[in-house]
């Protein structure tokens, strides 16, 4: 039977491949208050520019290809049973090749039913529009948790964590919870990586390394010594 490798992706793996991170040192995201185009109230009071905001990200992502770090994740599946939890909504894990991937934050290429979030659709264009419908007649939405909704996906990764023979932390300032919480539950002995240019405040535990590079640096060295090359 595989070990278990749990890895925690987060918006530092995809800027690599030249998206914006989630927001800029003075809050904005792309010019924009985060509540004015990632919350139920920002949709309620403008949901064309909301609409019009994620088109964008749709448009940019589409334009990028997945990095060293991401191809370098799907080569522990040679050996590992590996689990990724990624905080983003962009497809470069599925398009670099990973089997298992959990979406916390939802998923960029997806739109779902204003009235029933259980009527999901896949996008395979950019374009989400006003007058775009769910089957049941209500305005289509981005399939994004926004800010003030709750993680519906958290538990799983909560009880993927607690499976974890090794947790590997990559391009993520832990501040976002509940995702940053999910160290909490890997098993006190397991190994934990974290890759990041910047070290995060964190927790002292045992079995903790940090490598100090960016993730298509350091995330293939790890992938190596993993697999025993």
């Given at each position: 039977m595989k070990q278990k490798i749990v890895v925690l992706t987060g918006a530092g793996i995809s800027a690599e491949s030249g998206l914006a991170t989630f927001r800029d040192a003075n809050g904005l995201w792309e010019g924009h208050d985060v509540m004015e185009v990632a919350s139920p109230e920002g949709w309620q009071?403008?949901?064309?520019?909301?609409?019009?905001?994620?088109?964008?990200?749709r448009k940019s992502a589409l334009g990028v290809e997945p990095n060293a770090a991401h191809k370098a994740l799907v080569d522990l599946e040679q050996k590992y049973d590996v689990q990724i939890i990624?905080?983003?909504?962009?497809?470069?894990?599925e398009r670099a090749g990973s089997s298992n991937i959990l979406h916390l934050h939802g998923k960029l290429f997806e739109s779902r039913s204003t009235k029933d979030e259980n009527l999901i659709y896949p996008m395979t264009g950019w374009e989400l529009n006003l007058g775009d419908l769910c089957e049941r007649g209500s305005q289509l939405r981005?399939?994004?948790v926004w800010f003030g909704e709750p993680v519906p996906l958290i538990e799983k990764?909560?009880?993927?964590?607690?499976?974890a023979d090794y947790l590997l932390i990559i391009g993520t300032s832990l501040q976002v919870y509940p995702a940053a919480g999910l160290i909490s539950y890997a098993p006190h002995d397991t190994p934990i990586y974290l890759i990041d240019p910047n070290t995060p405040p964190i927790s002292h535990r045992r079995n903790f390394t940090i490598i100090q590079e960016k993730a298509t640096v350091g995330v293939p060295k790890l992938v190596k010594k993993l697999l025993g090359e």
């Open positions: 009071k403008n949901p064309k520019l909301v609409l019009d905001f994620y088109n964008q990200r990624t905080q983003n909504v962009d497809d470069l894990h981005p399939n994004i990764a909560a009880e993927e964590t607690m499976h």
